[in-house]
């Protein structure tokens, strides 16, 4: 099987809760390696939690591709790292409602890069993929993320036949295969055989 791999920035954002700030927006196309940005965002509602869900593009992975590993790397950083504050956190989620991996928090008032625990996900699940960033009375930021996807997608196997002296295209596999050895590909012109031959994509 062919592995691959794909990779994506924040491309929209949905909220709940009271968020203190718009800043949050500043993350939207931008991955792990922006620059640093200043200032907070919070949860404007006492004793309560406010969460950020930024989406992400991956509609050029094929519908049967086979996810293989998911990483996140998130920039930003917290407000406060004193120990009686629930620090800003990040973690990933299908939806807003299923969570992946676990939560990772910020651990400095400065810019640092966090990689995240991303658990294992299926096809489906990534097209609905989020990053949860939490928010309490104690801010913080994001600068941006960046997740990268591998997967691995079956080759594609052509047969051909020959008939009257020429060879023809019976037409695309219904199925795929995991190589065991090397094929060559040729051009079917140059084959010298009455046996069916295949060629991989």
């Not at 809760?17 to 940005?37: P, Q, V």
């Not at 012109?189 to 046996?195: Q, V």
């Amino acid at each position: 099987m062919a592995s691959n791999s794909a990779v994506s920035y924040p491309t929209a954002y949905t909220t709940s809760g009271s968020i203190k700030g718009t800043r949050y927006k500043n993350a939207i196309g931008k991955g792990a390696d922006t620059s640093a940005a200043s200032g907070n965002d919070y949860c404007s509602s006492s004793g309560s939690y406010a969460h950020i869900y930024y989406s992400f593009d991956f509609s050029d992975i094929p519908a049967d591709a086979t996810i293989v590993s998911v990483a996140c790397q998130v920039k930003g950083h917290c407000e406060s790292t004193s120990a009686g504050s629930r620090r800003a956190r990040c973690q990933l989620y299908v939806g807003t409602s299923t969570a992946k991996g676990s939560y990772t928090d910020f651990s400095s008032t400065s810019a640092q890069t966090l990689t995240l625990d991303t658990g294992t996900w299926t096809r489906a699940e990534v097209d609905d993929l989020r990053l949860r960033f939490e928010l309490g009375y104690y801010g913080g930021l994001i600068n941006g993320a960046t997740v990268t996807i591998t997967y691995e997608v079956g080759s594609k196997i052509y047969r051909y036949h020959k008939a009257n002296g020429a060879w023809a295209l019976d037409g695309e596999a219904e199925a795929t295969y995991s190589k065991s050895g090397s094929w060559a590909e040729k051009d079917p012109s140059d084959l010298d055989t009455t046996a069916d031959y295949a060629t991989e994509e």
